[in-house]
């Protein structure tokens, strides 16, 4: 038992610190809290769970101010231009802390909580989108997490697949095991943290905000360049010397060089070679297979399968064949023997250079993670005593409304609906109270007067000079 | 370091924290007295804290044939609550936040004529109750899961759940065992005890020393629960049979009242004070 404020040099090379917050002087392992659940170990370093949150500049240069004995020094302006920010903030507790929530919150028919932990819970939900030309489901499966529904497939955008995921209806309209699933995988996403999505009738990926999806177990590193057809308008031109015909697949729209616009355009000779679908327009063919995890988000393992026929009156032996996809991750060279059957050769040079580029031109795939809730009514009684005068002044623009510092967007209509990108935000901006709410924080920043005018709680209003003052602080960058 | 901090919070309740102790007060009466009440919970909170740490080893020492001496009231009414339960191994932590709620409570009442007050230290609840007065208590588990009401009449007069995921570690597998006894520290103890008895061997269930996690925890190398896979119904049902028959095994002792025990949905009840299972899913 080491009363001693001293660490052991076993306990210091463990990573061991010691938190000096309190009188109870734990010694926190790494990746551990304290005893107050306040204090954490976190790469070695004491660290406050939940800082209030300044930055410097609406720019997102980010300064955590955290418990700490270093004062306010005056490093950046003397705290002109910072913006606090509503992280760590909490609307009733005297220490920004992971407020005692459920035995704070009051409940209906009972005077008082016994609980053994707090619980998990939220209201809100959250808008994925996801870079990848891989079928993940089709349009309104529902997305699970450990088996529980937690949101559905929605529509598909250019290269990317979206997802809606929690929402009220996840959150308390099942059961209450589907709620608490749900506001864990939501919590973890709006954290930056990954989440395993299991599709029905599709795939399973994994998900992290601003981190390449992994389908499948695949990771999923880039996007394709564009669909089959508009790969055949951006790379004939580079091919046409070096090619009889090309085709690129792609699960949207497979693209046929020597039939579109594009090869016509450079005067390039019918080839006969008549690929499996439904023909959109000249060079452009539906559906030529299944959707899937082969070729160009279809299920093609082998492409000679497209191939519905190849016609021998207007084909040649030793015609040149390229099959690509649209993210250049898959390609085979192939020549017409006597018989007018595709044989796999050895790829030409400047051939394979063009299909490089298509790799090359690939946006990295990222999922993307928009939190989106709306500012109900009580939310906005907490900043002025007429709610509707915010939400009009939100319309008005002399409200301006961030989360965590970063700028939202607010979603035209009623109410104060907004959206905004996890990835900007800082590090574990989001929490929760078992109401069921998920707790972002939120910022309304306007002008004094305009506060006053729109019967803001003027009165309560403090200098930054005093929230520096009134809370110790330690630079975190 | 920072000291012992002081709200209260919109409703009027009263909350106190410093460091691990995070309590919130309500008492029930005249204006006047409520505000003494609060007075004088505020005023006895400033040293509860540090005359803890002052005897923190001792209290991290397991029971063991001879009873602890110890100074602190806190401490005193710790080791008074965990000393029937020396068969076992047990250190007197297993009773400190009821133990600080009871402490509390008492501070708070002496000389005040409240209709009733409770003292709520993270779910470990002291209460404090005048003739022809009640008060409910919610058990959360995932949601509100059930009540129990409590009145003037019945011997109970502290409350306290324990299980896996809560601040303290637990050596069994329970979500929760939520103990009503005489007092909050009787009640804190012997839920430590009923939660650690929820238990089975099962290779879903990951134990580890309690001392690669905290450096600190009275519980030593003991094997605490980590984490917890699916379990078949049977193991469930095992286990909770063993932990209902350790809190029956405490209530012929005469040291609780009632227990209400979840695992993964289900529930068992050893009850004498009504205790209603909220609602089913």
Redesign the interface.
């Known amino acids: ?1 080491s ?1 001693d404020i001293a660490l052991s040099e076993a ?1 210091r090379s463990a990573g ?1 610190v010691r938190c ?10 790494p990746g ?1 809290a ?4 306040r204090y954490a170990n976190e790469d070695n370093k004491l660290i406050r769970v939940d800082p209030l949150v300044l930055l410097t500049k609406p720019d997102l240069a980010k300064v955590a101010f955290v ?1 700490g004995s270093a004062p306010w020094a005056g490093e950046f302006g003397k705290g002109e231009g910072a913006i606090v920010t509503g992280i760590g903030a909490t609307t ?4 920004y ?1 992971p407020a ?1 929530f ?3 919150s ?2 209906d ?9 707090e ?1 998990i ?1 939220s209201y809100c939900g959250v808008k994925v989108k996801i870079d990848t030309d891989r079928y993940l489901g089709p349009e309104q499966a529902p997305v699970r997490v450990k088996g529980e529904t937690v949101g559905h497939v929605t529509t598909a955008e250019y290269g990317s697949q979206m997802l809606s995921l929690g929402g009220v209806h996840h959150l308390t309209g099942g ?3 589907e ?2 699933v749900t506001c864990d995988a939501l919590l973890a996403l709006c954290n930056k943290e990954a989440v395993e999505l299991a599709i029905d009738g599709g795939a399973s990926v994994v998900v992290q905000a601003n981190k390449p999806p992994v389908v499948n177990g695949t990771l999923e590193e880039r996007m394709r360049v564009g669909c089959g057809s508009a790969a055949i308008g951006m790379f004939a031109p580079q091919w046409k010397d070096h090619v009889d015909e090309v085709i690129v697949v792609d699960d949207h729209i497979t693209g046929v060089l020597s039939e579109h616009q594009g090869g016509v355009f450079l005067d390039m000779k019918p080839a006969g070679i008549r690929v499996r679908g439904r023909k959109s327009t000249p060079g452009r063919y539906f559906q030529v297979a299944q959707p899937g995890l082969g070729w160009g988000g279809t299920d093609v393992s082998d492409p000679l399968d497209i191939i519905e026929k190849i016609d021998p009156k207007v084909a040649w032996p030793g015609l040149k064949l390229l099959m690509v996809s649209t993210t250049g991750e898959h390609s085979g060279w192939f020549v017409l023997d006597q018989e007018l059957k595709p044989q796999p050769a050895d790829m030409p040079v400047p051939v394979k250079a063009v299909v490089e580029r298509i790799a090359e031109n690939c946006e990295p795939a990222l999922c993307t993670v928009l939190f989106m809730a709306g500012a109900g009514g009580s939310l906005r009684a907490g900043v002025t005593e007429n709610p509707v005068r915010l939400t009009r002044s939100v319309r008005d623009a002399l409200t301006k409304v961030t989360l965590g510092g970063v700028p939202a967007y607010v979603w035209p209509g009623g109410g104060i609906t907004l959206m905004v990108d996890v990835s900007k935000m800082p590090e574990k901006s989001f929490g929760y109270v ?1 109401t069921p709410a998920l707790v972002a924080p939120i910022e309304f920043t306007l002008r004094a007067d305009d506060y006053a005018a729109l019967g803001g709680y003027a009165s309560r209003a403090v200098s930054l000079q005093d929230v520096l003052r009134s809370n110790k602080v330690r630079l975190d960058r | ?2 000291g012992p ?3 209260v ?3 009027g ?1 009263l ?1 106190l ?4 102790i ?1 309590l ?1 007060i ?1 008492a029930f009466g005249g204006a006047n007295e409520i505000e003494r009440a609060y007075a004088q919970a505020t005023a006895r909170f400033a040293d509860v ?2 005359t803890l ?1 002052n005897e ?2 001792k209290l ?1 020492a397991p029971i063991g044939e001879a009873y602890p001496l110890l100074q602190g009231a806190v401490a005193r009414r710790m080791s008074r609550a965990v000393w029937p339960h020396r068969a076992v191994y047990i250190t007197p932590m297993a009773a400190v936040a009821g133990s600080v709620a009871d402490e509390m409570l008492q501070a708070m009442v002496e000389g005040r004529t409240l209709d009733k007050a ?1 003292v ?1 230290n ?4 002291a209460i404090h109750l005048s003739p022809g007065h009640s ?10 899961d059930g ?1 129990a009401s409590l009145t003037h009449d019945s011997p109970v007069r502290g ?9 303290s570690f637990s050596l069994g597998i329970a ?2 065992a ?1 103990v009503l006894a005489e007092n909050a520290a009787a009640a804190d103890a012997a839920a430590t005890l009923i939660a650690n008895a929820v238990n089975i061997d099962h290779p879903a269930i990951e134990r580890r020393p309690a001392r ?5 925890s009275d519980l030593r190398d003991l094997p605490v629960t980590v984490a917890m896979g699916a379990l078949p119904a049977s193991a469930i049902e095992e286990a909770l049979d063993r932990g209902a028959a350790e809190a029956r095994r405490l209530r012929l002792c005469g040291l609780i009242d009632s227990a209400a025990i979840s695992l993964a ?1 289900q529930w068992r009840l050893v009850a004498v004070t009504p205790l209603v299972a909220a609602r089913a ?1």
């Open positions: 038992m009363d306990e061991i000096d917050a309190c009188p109870v002087l734990c010694r926190i392992r551990r304290g005893a107050c659940d418990e009733t507790y005297p220490d802390k005692p459920i035995v704070a009051k409940h028919g009972v005077d008082m909580v016994t609980v053994v932990t619980g819970f059961s209450k095991k709620g608490v078992p | 370091m920072i901090q002081r709200a919070l919109p409703d309740r909350h924290q410093h460091g691990p995070d919130i309500e804290l540090p740490v923190l080893s991290r409770y709520n993270g779910g470990d609840i008060l409910r208590a919610g058990i959360f588990v995932q949601a509100l009540t409350v306290a759940t324990s299980g896996r995921g809560g601040r979500d929760s939520t690669e996690l905290d450096p600190d949905g899913g």
